[in-house]
């Protein structure tokens, strides 16, 4: 997980601008998808300028779904609601929400400037619908680097490769204040409270140089003088801003009256990858919607058998998935989704005319 990749640097920013990894995914997908969204279009006979401007429709649109749903969620206060909205830099978007701005975009966005083109938004939808998953692809990849949408704890000799995640993760501060691990590695000595005084050090958590006894004077330049300080630390202050990105953990600690100097990485216990889970799904549905467009028989048929693979490919992911998030809200839009989805292509059957193919021209006799 890398929070922040690199920093450029820029006079007035003492620590230069910070090049969020979410962010620069997000870039990414946008223009991976647009590269493919355009490629498409040239066979199934849609300008490239059309489909470069709905495009921009759809992630603008989508980007404003994800934020809406998500302030929708998690603040009940209409007036927080709008102070908070534009924060993107606070995190906090819901992928279902994205989905539904994008839509609303697309539709939005032909009908104002397009709906007099011979190309109707069942054909832009099935040019989108490939790039889209690619897009999700890599837009899973920037929530690993951001460390949301984690796993659950993968079991001693699961068969899967767990992912730990560093310091500033949401991941520790959720596992901690569920007792499923301590915060940076050790527990304090419950018998000399009020002390800060370690009791016992996790193997494999990165803090295997504190020893049990060892009483902490301070942790992350911040002076220790009482277990409520460090644990103010450790769940409080390092979920401030001013730490995202820093995966390492400075503590001083008073041992056998020698002061001495300690600097770890502390990590989560294993989880699934949840986000590289969907990253691989969503790869094997671009293709699978790619073999599928050449054969397709009615316009809108791509888009539909995006909608239904994804929603159950989400229901199915939703089972691994601990971070914290609306579950029951995003189970059941998965369900509603393989249902539109299904519906969506018996329905176009009836709503949309076959498409014409040209038959390869016969050699004259």
Known sequence: MHQVLFRIPVPGWPDGIPVQGFGLMLLAGFLCANWLAVRLARREGVPEGMVQDIGLWLFLGGLAGARALYMWENTRDPADFVTRYFRFNEGGIILYGGYAGGGLALVLGWYLKYRSQPVTPWRLADVYAAPLAVGV?????????????????????????PIHYPLPSAARFDLSARGLQSPAGFTLDPGSLPEAVVGAVEKGSGAEDLRPGDRIVSAAGIPVKTAEDISRILLEDLAGPSYRGVN??????????????????????????????????????????????????????????????????????E?????PRPVGLESNTSLMMVTAGVLMWLGLKFLTLPIRRECPAQPQP
Do not use: K, W
């Open 319 to 323: 089972l691994l998935r601990s971070d």
């Open 248 to 317: 390492t953990l400075s503590i001083t600690v008073m041992r056998n009256g020698e002061r001495l100097d300690f600097t770890y990485a502390p990590r989560t216990i294993g989880l699934h990858p949840a986000q590289l889970y969907e990253t691989v799904s969503m790869g094997l549905l671009a293709l699978l919607i790619l073999a599928y467009l050449p054969v397709r028989t009615r316009e809108g048929q791509a888009a539909a058998l995006f909608v239904g693979c994804y929603g159950a490919h989400r229901f199915l992911n």
């Open 137 to 161: 692809a890599l837009g899973r990849i920037g929530c690993l680097l951001n460390g949301c949408c984690y796993g659950q704890p993968v079991p001693p000799d699961y068969g899967t490769i």
